[in-house]
């Protein structure tokens, strides 16, 4: 078959460059069927692409913002030598802006029987899953002038991760956590902490913490050193309507939650507490129970990757009801949502007694920095209009979260890049006055 082609692409060469030489219309003629004769050669000298076989290989999860690989291998069954192009196609999201043309084609030249692997280089732009769509393969004839086409399902998931940027302040809140341990020479007392060892008075100490029967029993005046109780529960409980949809700078404010959910799991999994997740709209999105402190970030980050905020008024009554499933008994409840006046006035406030009752709870909430600026810039009559909003949008703000405060409640107010670090201090704080 290959040798009838290749006698046949011979001929019809021949017929173009007789039809070439004969003059008028009868030339014309002559070159118009050469030239389809040689096309259709080309044609059937071109390797088949629905007999090509793929596997997929690579990375399954990736960090948002980093990159990622996946390995792609053609096998070619067939005899004859492929020249193709090939379309590794996946979602726009899955590459930066400008690079999905060069990222996703590839030119193959592979002989009969042999393969070959290609590489698409991946750089996901938003969080979630993302899935390959198809492999499209054209294969072309030893002339380039026609060529077969085809596709295939060649199935791969990676999955974009939450970028977890505030892992950086880790370092620091760790620092503070093994002062608060007794681990260095800073130690703290607290009500409801442990007894941890006895030490030399030195000035400044608390009177409080003298044991005068160990006193008694030594030449010098003895303290005790106290460490924060350690096995706390801890919920973190994240609201997923579409309050939490609105964006702060590039963003949602989901996901700014989530880097804080992260920091705040890290800390406390390294302080010997039990940290659980809880995703709540109208219904339960993700739930993480029971995890051992080593296995917990990873369950968390993969719960969160595709968590997407719900347009929907949520549910408050019931996700009370949720978090009290999720904690038998008294537990710290961070819970991640927006301080805009209908939600807290209307949902939440009626359900906080119940939560306050016999827990500690704290209202993490992401502020928008632009309102700071609106405020702030006032050299224009439009800046004027601008900043009169914002310090409206402020007092109201302000106004919700006295009220949460009035009822017990700790308010985490900050900006995407603040919220992860106030909130870690926030839990440090309760830690040492021994309020968990």
Request: aromatic share 4%.
């Amino acid at each position: 078959m290959a040798l009838t082609g290749r006698t046949a692409l011979v001929s019809a060469l021949g017929a173009l460059f007789v039809g070439l030489l004969l003059p008028s219309w009868t030339g014309i003629l002559t070159f118009q069927l050469a030239l389809l004769l040689a096309i259709l050669c080309d044609l059937a000298l071109a390797a088949p692409v629905r007999k090509l076989q793929f596997t997929r290989t690579g990375d399954t999860s990736v960090r948002l913002g980093q990159a990622a690989q996946t390995h792609l291998t053609i096998s070619n069954p067939d005899r004859r030598l492929l020249r193709a192009q090939l379309r590794d196609a996946w979602p726009p999201s899955s590459f930066r802006p400008g690079t999905e043309a060069p990222a996703s084609r590839h030119r193959l030249r592979i002989p009969g029987a042999e393969r070959r692997r290609v590489t698409t280089a991946l750089h996901p732009t938003r969080r979630g899953d993302h899935h390959a769509v198809r492999v499209t393969v054209r294969s072309y004839g030893p002339l380039g002038l026609a060529a077969r086409q085809g596709s295939h399902h060649v199935p791969w998931t990676i999955r974009a991760l939450p970028p977890f940027t505030s892992r950086k302040h880790l370092p620091g809140k760790l620092a503070r956590l093994r002062e608060l341990d007794g681990r260095t020479s800073i130690l703290t007392r607290g009500e409801g902490t442990e007894f941890d060892s006895l030490r030399d008075y030195t000035p400044g100490d608390d009177t409080r913490s003298i044991d005068w029967r160990a006193t008694a029993r030594r030449q010098t005046v003895a303290v005790r050193t106290w460490r924060p109780e350690r096995d706390r529960r801890i919920l973190l409980a994240l609201e997923t309507g579409r309050t939490s949809a609105g964006r702060v700078g590039d963003t949602p404010r989901l996901d700014a939650s989530m880097d804080a959910a992260l920091l705040l799991a890290a800390l406390a999994s390294r302080a010997g507490d039990r940290v659980d997740l809880l995703a709540y709209d109208r219904r339960v999105r993700a739930s993480v129970q029971g995890r051992a402190a080593g296995d917990l970030l990873p369950a968390l980050t993969e719960a969160l990757a595709p968590l997407e905020p719900e347009l929907v008024e949520a549910d408050a009554r019931g996700l009370a009801a949720a978090i009290h499933r999720s904690t038998p008994r008294r537990s710290l409840i961070v819970l991640f949502t927006g301080l805009d006046t209908a939600p807290v006035e209307e949902g939440l406030l009626p359900v906080l007694p119940g939560l306050t009752q016999r827990n500690e709870v704290i209202v993490a909430a992401v502020a928008d920095p632009r309102i700071e600026e609106m405020a702030a810039s006032r050299h224009t009559p439009q800046a004027v209009y601008a900043a009169a909003a914002a310090e409206q949008a402020r007092a109201a703000r302000r106004r919700s979260a006295d009220r949460l405060r009035s009822h017990g409640v700790t308010v985490i107010d900050s900006t995407p890049a603040r919220l992860a670090p106030d909130l870690a201090d926030a839990y440090l704080s309760l830690k040492a006055a021994g309020r968990l």
